[in-house]
């Protein structure tokens, strides 16, 4: 097919960049300096505190920087154990290594795909410190099952929600319920920074350790210049990037609302097939970061074929994450078949908040023309 014929190119994700976006950063570049240096990274952090329902705040250079900082707040460190879902990206599990502690590796939920409370509670030892929930394509961990586990035994609820912008648990947003959340901005994510993260609590003492383990360990309230207390971390989001994030957070609920849309158009246009996607279950919202298929155990589903015929159709596709205990970088106890089972069926669609319908048809039809040639 020549390039004047070719349909056009349906990427899997993109921003949402205005005219507000590019003025603030055109402001933050021109005038964000000596005494403005933190203007718009004060502004984002009180911004996004605001919209979360938390007290406390830090703009990081990364959703993993900001769980790193949160983790180092707690004192993880070596010999601790931290018990996260298998399927997930290597970014929720790098800092608990980074730290020296270990990552346990539990199974998912056949529906939600996120963490399974009792295999988390079947995998407590004494040395386990932490449950990181993460909150997977913006799908919610069970907080309250979490929460009652946590409590019982004493260990810390961590929210990685770098997916979860715009969704909500019981009346509490995603990110807010546990001992610390972590959020990311990355270009691909609901609301982005290009890089970026945000770490936030409702705990005063660690919002204190945590601001800071993340000025090189120079506490807020030392008079002396350049005199940290303790070797810190270097993970500052900058002046310029925070003001993309001050405009991405005033168009929040517009931006949140584009991810609903295009997945409930997806949902329509998928309908009757013999898959699965994203949940919303009773008394919660889901942002639906990443519109994604599973398909039913026991129907044949070729995903190499899925992703070739996206291909031809100028469409992108992108895999499901692949569970961390199928690397060699990570040992496990349990064989975790939900996890791999689900993600040999899964793959993620095509989202960005202004996709059009006309595409959302071509994605669907390349999704049932798979299904319906499989034998």
Wanted: aromatic residues 8%; contains cysteine; proline residues 5%.
């Amino acid at each position: 097919m020549s390039s004047e014929s070719a349909p056009n190119r349906i990427h899997y994700t993109k921003p949402s960049i205005t005219e507000l976006e590019t003025r603030y950063a055109a402001d933050a570049a021109a005038h964000g300096w000596g005494e403005r240096c933190y203007e718009y990274i004060e502004r984002f952090e009180s911004q996004f505190k605001q919209h979360l329902g938390v007290r406390h705040a830090i703009a990081t250079s990364s959703g993993t920087g900001a769980l790193h900082l949160g983790m180092a707040g707690l004192g993880i460190s070596a010999g601790d154990e931290v018990i996260l879902a298998d399927i997930n990206w290597i970014a929720s599990a790098a800092p608990i290594v980074h730290l020296g502690a270990k990552p346990v590796l539990v199974d998912v939920l056949p529906d939600t795909w996120c963490l399974d409370p009792a295999a988390v509670e079947a995998a407590i030892t004494p040395r386990t410190k932490a449950i990181l929930a993460v909150h997977l394509y913006g799908n919610l961990c069970d907080m309250d099952a979490l929460s009652t586990i946590a409590h019982k035994y004493g260990l810390y609820l961590i929210e990685d929600a770098a997916e979860a912008v715009g969704s909500i648990w019981h009346g509490r947003r995603a990110g807010s319920i546990g001992t610390f959340g972590a959020f990311s901005f990355h270009g691909t994510k609901t609301i982005t920074t290009g890089e970026g993260g945000m770490f936030v609590t409702k705990d005063d003492g660690l919002y204190q350790r945590v601001l800071t383990l993340s000025n090189h360990g120079r506490a807020r309230s030392e008079t002396r210049q350049f005199w940290p207390e303790l070797i810190g971390f270097k993970y500052k989001m900058s002046n310029v990037q925070a003001a993309i994030g001050c405009a991405q957070v005033e168009r929040i609920d517009e931006l949140v609302a584009g991810k609903r849309r295009v997945f409930e158009a997806y949902r329509d246009a998928l309908a009757g097939l013999p898959i699965s996607m994203n949940p919303e279950l009773p008394d919660t919202t889901n942002g639906y970061w990443m519109p994604t298929m599973v398909v039913n155990e026991g129907v044949p589903f070729d995903r190499e074929a899925l992703l070739s015929a996206f291909k031809a159709a100028n469409i992108d596709g992108r895999v499901f994450f692949w569970p961390l205990s199928s690397l060699d970088l990570f040992e496990v106890a349990s064989p975790n078949a939900v996890s791999k089972s689900i993600s040999l069926r899964a793959i993620n669609l095509p989202s960005y908040h202004d996709l059009e319908d006309a595409a959302i048809i071509r994605v669907s039809m390349a999704v049932k023309a798979t299904l319906e040639s499989d034998p």
